[in-house]
């Protein structure tokens, strides 16, 4: 009977197991449009503390915050009955919550105490708040006493009562004199934690007639105080010195519960005199560190947040010269109802299987009570695909409308915990929340995320794929976690480029792409150096930086850790930092930082500024190197070395490094064994056994290393027995019937003495058998052969020489190996999800046949043709996919609509694959066509177009016909209406007619399939031009009369041009001149040739003067009376000179009486400037 039980226990703790692996809770995103339209049940948001204490003076607010799908509705018990909010008018609930506004400014604030818990509720489900116990500040009066003067010897103890009054919460305690003054408390007295106070022993000054308590209500903010207290202290009959004893507790011992979590608080005040000191410890183990402080001059003992462990004996001893005192406290710990793992929502698919959980701790053991939809579950009605066992309800095959909110609450004596989880039954086909076509870039040699958050119920499943290609499977370089993150641990350039992840479960499948780029780090090539810079001159800092091309660095300078003096001296450069006319102050750490979006680099260098010529700089160099190498201590393994420091030459030592040359193994070459800080001078070196050891000293500071010292004496270690065994021991197969076993050999420094050998050694794995050994010495492999293909084996290396065997080595696994697989996968299925989707399923080949590590399956698959294409027309392309892992499922994407495909498969390992699977045959769907293979616009009218096309060159299933739309246009907008017309497949012709002459068109064609249409093919055309308005202006310009009159024109102005250029020639004067001799002025005083004006005419009362000519000395110029002038000879009055100085106002068509400036230049006019005072 006791063994069914166990097998019953058994097997339901394996069951519970198996639910909680096959079920995870579904996250409902926080997306706005995810959310939109999801039912949700009732979830509580914000509730009030289970225990509300209320000042009278103030409105009681007990919040209830609440979300679901739809917004739930609220409704409150008090006192385990009803509470009809409506019904009173002084209780409001919040609109759009529960939350309850209850006014007490009027009524009696007691009437509204109980306890009090929030309904919350929608169509789906029922929630409830934990019970609020809702309870008024209380700050009662002191009950009225009478105080009689207390008398106490000098050296006796004394304890002042206060015992205030019971308020609600309770009221702090503090003594008091009339005056308001606090009492002075010290290691000889001090107050009790119930506010009482006690005298160790009591001195004369502590005679006093106004001891008084006070009593402080922090709710009421109110202040209550005792009847002062008189104390007199008599020395009649003082009491001497005396031992420790305990006022509280009384007794050797006491008991002490504390609840978990809380803070626990022990007190010993004990009496005696000389007044006695107080220290704690636990019986048994030691006081929590961390946890535990003392106060009230170590009185009170406080450890915070309690744990089971605090539970035993703490032990106070009071302590004075005459003797000890102690008192055992014994604690123990209880534990109200804590959570270990509340119940969490569940988002289920129908006819899944969820399994909520109450696991709570306590001391007692809490009793778990289930309650569903606010009613205890015993209660509820009756549910099949429900069991509840314990603190576990298991859900079976839930189905559409079952949503309801579980409630657990867990109690004890101490306390309870109360959780609500949802059940929501939902039916989601997948959503990919993950942005698409995003852009990933990290840094070389570092992790890459790549995520794909989805939503749906059941939970999608997540599959990716490189470049639509390569499927991509958990291994040593990708993880792919649970929320559908991939992560690249060490991501390199080759893994740039598309990833696609697929979302899918039984509701549908959605997909998303994005890129991953890998860009080269930032590095800084040329780092800053140290520089020694005098006064007044500069300095320059060089920091140049090789990125990856794509980004695009900044590069930042500090000081010091700070930003760059803002001081026009600092010159920032594009890789470099220069300093001018150098101060004291410039003095420091300069670094160069080098930023680009992704990664950073920097370097550092010093500048130290001295002293300008001629006083003498200081100079910092390298240290001098360590002498008088000593050996000390010389033990197996250790020795100790000293040394003498060399000149610093102002520079302090910062280290020294201590190398050793290995005189046995490897002379001549010298290997860094430790550093010391630059103000020691010795070091305790730790040795290897069999080494000839030589060592030597190096001295560093700021400027760099020194030389090396002198080499030490000799010193030679013993040999011993191997410390190590070799590393890097595997076993892998070269051919299929043997196994190569390789490791690292030791060096001679690891050998720790002659004659090393390895001892190989190897048994087959999970078979009972010995192990095989060979002991083979100066080789760094072994070849085990005649064994079976791709076997695993059990493998150990160890190092012996002539003083003994290493440790004992570890044990590898290694394979022997492998050879081609020898079957392909059966049961090749083919499911095809759309027109260039399809999902292929096979049954996997047994272990055996494998032959070898299974790496995966390569998918071949070919399209033979197109549907509507007889055999023969269309070249057939391969195409494979490799599928990794042992798995027996992939999709193939990117595959053309409405064709025939075969496929075929092949297991894989690293020898290569084996024979192929029995070929498949599949058809996609049909999707939309592709573009009109061409589209032509012949015969061009006025008022109409013929247009020609041919079908598409990629079909894409049957063809059910064409759509023309078709307007007039520009070439910045639309003109006219479009204009659409559909057409069978059959046709690939039409006459547009009625169409506007010289007017441009634009078409577009696209094919449809059942599934649409495809691309359009666009083309323009143009009616022809009316040519009717052409032939009347080509007329006009064609008439003879119009070309004769052109020449007659062209002949006169000829004519003119030569005449005008003749007259000029023969020196003759114009009829202006001829006039001007007739009536000459006896004023007029010709000009001398050499003023550069012209002599035969000049006009004195002319009041502006031709330029150059010159003026009388009073700057005034005369008009003759005479209105005889050079214009009165014009057929206009506009005269002026031409640009050669030449006189052309006869030729002009305005008469005007004022002269104008003309040009210092006598030479003869141009026939072309005299033609064009006729245009």
Not at 700 to 729: K, L, M, W
């Amino acid at each position: 009977m006791d063994g069914k039980r166990t097998w019953v226990a058994t097997f339901s703790t394996v069951l519970l197991i198996f639910l909680s692996q096959e079920t995870s809770a579904l996250e409902v995103p926080l997306d706005p449009k995810v959310l939109e339209g999801l039912p949700q049940p009732p979830t509580i948001t914000l509730q009030s503390p289970k225990d509300y204490i209320f000042d009278p003076r103030e409105n009681i607010v007990i919040h209830c915050e609440a979300k679901g799908k739809p917004h739930p509705g609220f409704s409150w018990t008090r006192n385990g009955t009803h509470f009809d909010v409506e019904s009173d008018s002084k209780v409001l609930m919040k609109p759009g919550s529960g939350t309850l506004v209850i006014d007490i400014s009027e009524g009696k604030a007691e009437a509204y105490e109980g306890t009090y818990q929030c309904i919350v509720h929608n169509e789906h489900g029922t929630a409830l708040s934990n019970k609020v116990v809702i309870r008024q500040s209380r700050s009662p009066l002191w009950t009225k006493e009478r105080n009689e003067v207390i008398q106490v010897q000098t050296g006796d103890f004394l304890v002042l009562h206060c015992r205030p009054p019971a308020g609600l919460p309770p009221p702090d305690i503090v003594w008091m004199d009339s005056n308001f003054q606090r009492l002075p408390l010290d290691s000889r007295v001090s107050q009790a934690l119930n506010g009482d106070l006690y005298f160790s022993n009591v001195l004369p000054e502590d005679s006093r007639p106004d001891y008084i308590c006070y009593a402080r209500f922090p709710h009421t903010q109110t202040i209550q105080q005792k009847q002062p207290i008189s104390v007199t202290v008599l020395n009649n009959s003082p009491r001497g010195e005396h031992r420790p004893s305990f006022m509280t507790p009384l007794g050797a011992t006491s008991t002490k519960m504390a609840l978990r979590g809380e803070t626990l608080v022990l007190e010993c005040i004990a009496e005696g005199l000389p007044t006695p000191n107080i220290t704690w410890q636990k019986d048994g183990g030691e006081l929590p560190s961390g946890r535990t402080k003392f106060h009230n001059f170590q009185k009170t003992l406080q450890i915070h947040d309690v744990t089971e462990a605090d539970a035993g004996d703490y032990r106070c001893k009071a302590t004075n010269s005459l003797g000890v005192a102690q008192h055992v406290i014994e604690v123990t710990v209880k534990a109200a109802p804590f959570w270990i793992g509340a119940p969490r929502n569940l988002i289920l698919a129908p006819n899944e299987t969820g399994i909520l959980t109450c696991r709570v701790g306590g001391e007692p053991k809490p009793k778990i009570s289930w309650f569903v939809n606010s009613v205890p579950i015993d209660n509820a009605p009756k549910d099949r695909s429900r069991k509840v066992d314990d603190d576990t309800v298991i859900l079976s095959h839930v189905q559409s409308g079952s949503s309801a909110v579980y409630q657990c609450n867990a109690s004890n004596e101490f306390g309870y915990v109360l959780a609500n989880a949802f059940v929501s039954v939902l039916a989601e086909p997948p959503r990919v929340l993950t942005p698409p076509n995003r852009v990933y870039q990290v840094i070389t040699n570092n992790p890459a995320l790549l995520h794909c958050a989805s939503f749906g119920s059941p939970i999608p499943t997540i599959t990716w794929f490189k470049d639509m290609q390569t499927s991509i499977k958990n291994g040593d370089h990708y993880v792919i976690h649970e929320n559908g993150t991939l992560e690249i641990h060490v991501a390199q350039p080759l893994n740039s480029g598309k990833y696609t992840c697929i979302a899918t479960n039984n509701l549908g499948i959605r997909e998303n792409h994005v890129y991953l780029e890998v860009k080269e780090p930032t590095r800084i090539l040329t780092p800053p150096e140290y520089k020694v810079v005098q006064r007044g001159m500069s300095a320059s800092f060089d920091c140049k930086v090789k990125h990856d091309p794509s980004l695009v660095p900044t590069m930042s300078w500090l000081k010091d850790n700070g930003e760059l003096p803002d001081d026009e001296r600092f010159v920032v450069g594009e890789d470099r930092l220069t300093i001018r006319d150098v101060t004291d102050g410039d003095q420091g750490t300069y670094t160069c930082i080098t930023n680009t979006t992704l990664d950073q680099d920097s370097a550092s260098a010093m500048l130290t500024v001295v002293e300008a010529t001629p006083t003498p700089a200081i100079v910092y160099a390298k240290p001098d190197p360590p002498i008088g190498l000593e050996l000390a201590d010389q033990m197996e393994r250790s020795v100790q070395l000293s040394w003498t420091p060399g000149d610093e030459h102002n520079s302090p030592t910062q280290k020294f490094l201590i190398q050793y040359e290995d005189l046995l193994h490897q002379p001549g070459v010298w290997l860094n064994l430790t550093e010391v800080e630059g103000s020691i001078t010795k070091a305790q070196l730790n040795l290897s056994p069999y080494i000839y050891y030589s060592f030597r000293v190096f001295a560093v500071n700021q400027v760099g290393y020194s030389e090396p010292s002198q080499p030490s004496s000799q010193y030679r270690t013993n040999p011993a027995a191997p410390d190590e065994n070799p590393r890097n021991v595997e076993g892998v197969g070269k051919t299929a019937d043997n196994l190569v076993i390789s490791w690292t050999p030791l060096t001679g420094f690891q050998s720790n003495g002659p004659g090393l050998v390895y001892k190989v050694q190897w048994r087959q794995k999970d078979v009972d058998e010995d192990w095989s050994s060979e002991s083979i010495a100066n080789v760094s492999h072994f070849v085990v052969s005649g064994i079976p293909t791709y076997v695993p084996y059990e493998i150990k290396v160890q190092a012996l020489n002539d003083y003994g065997n290493g440790p004992e080595p570890e044990v590898v696994i290694g394979y022997s190996g492998e050879d081609l697989p020898l079957s392909g996968p059966d049961n090749v299925q083919v499911m095809v999800h759309n027109s260039t989707l399809a999902e292929v399923h096979w049954e996997p080949v047994s272990p055996s046949s494998v032959r070898g590590k299974l790496l995966g399956y390569k998918v071949y698959y070919q399209r033979e043709r197109g549907l509507h294409e007889a055999e023969g027309e269309v070249t057939k392309e391969e195409h494979t996919l490799t599928f990794s892992g042992n798995r027996s499922d992939g999709r193939l994407p990117g595959l053309r609509p409405y064709s025939l495909y075969s496929l075929s498969i092949r297991a894989l390992n690293s020898k290569g694959e084996g024979p192929t699977s029995q070929t498949k045959t599949f058809e996609t769907l049909e999707g939309v066509p592709g573009p009109p293979s061409f589209l032509n616009v012949i015969n061009p009218t006025l008022d109409s177009l013929t247009l020609k096309w041919g079908p598409p060159k990629e079909n894409n299933g049957r063809l059910i016909g064409y759509t023309l739309t078709y307007q007039p246009v520009n070439s910045t907008s639309v003109l006219g209406p479009l204009q659409t017309k559909n057409f069978l497949a059959n046709e690939t012709t039409i006459i547009l007619e009625n169409l506007n002459s010289s007017m441009l068109y634009k078409f577009h064609l696209t094919a449809q399939t059942i599934k649409g249409s495809g691309p359009a093919r666009v083309e323009e055309a143009i009616t022809v031009m009316d040519t009717t308005v052409l032939s009347r202006q080509v007329d006009i310009a064609t008439q003879g009369w119009f070309i004769g009159l052109m020449c007659v024109i062209a002949l006169l102005i000829l004519v003119l041009l030569i005449v005008c250029f003749i007259k000029r020639n023969k020196g003759g004067k114009y009829p202006v001149k001829e006039k001007e001799d007739a009536h000459q002025d006896p004023e007029i005083q010709p000009m001398k040739e050499d003023d550069g004006t012209f002599g035969e005419y000049s006009d004195t009362e002319d009041h502006k003067p031709l330029k150059g000519s010159r003026t009388p000395s009073n700057g005034t110029v005369r008009r003759d009376e005479s209105d005889d002038s050079l214009v009165d000879y014009g057929e206009g009055g506009d005269g002026q000179f031409n640009e050669d100085g030449s006189f052309i106002g006869q030729y002009s068509g305005k008469k005007e009486k004022d002269t104008h400036e003309g040009n210092e230049s006598s030479e003869a006019p141009s026939p072309v400037n005299a033609m064009n005072s006729f245009v």
